[in-house]
């Protein structure tokens, strides 16, 4: 039975690095295929958004497809700040009854952004 024996170590290639990581960023930018202005659709303005603000809690409707690093990237270089931490929350698509028979609501996804003590974002 080979699956419990000796394993051999593979030999390490040195490469340039600067080539290496160059692609590998670059990868990064695009990681869910989509570019980072666009992974934020609008600012989710709500009460509690509007609550949350005063905690430097920034609430925005984002692409199903975006991912918590694509959020990152996507502050980062709209805002020029730095979040602390992002939290993802989808909202389901909802069937509701209206006079003219049954209808939906659709779905979304937003995310919760973090930021430091003194950093706003102006988002109107």
């Keep these: 039975m080979a ?72 502050i980062t270089s709209l805002y020029k700040k730095t979040p602390l931490k992002v939290r993802i929350a989808r909202k389901a698509p909802k069937t509701v009854m209206r006079r003219t028979g049954a209808g939906q609501k659709p779905g979304l996804k937003k995310a919760y952004v973090f930021m430091k003590k003194g950093d706003a974002l102006d988002i109107l």
């Design 3 to 74: 699956l419990f024996g000796k394993k051999e170590k593979p030999t390490e290639v040195k490469t340039e690095k600067s080539t290496t990581t160059l692609k590998k960023n670059a990868s990064d930018a695009t990681q869910s295929g989509i570019p980072a202005p666009m992974v934020l659709v609008r600012p989710h303005i709500t009460e509690k958004a509007a609550v949350l603000t005063d905690e430097n809690v920034y609430v925005f409707e984002v692409t199903p497809r975006a991912t918590k690093y694509t959020i990152k990237q996507a």
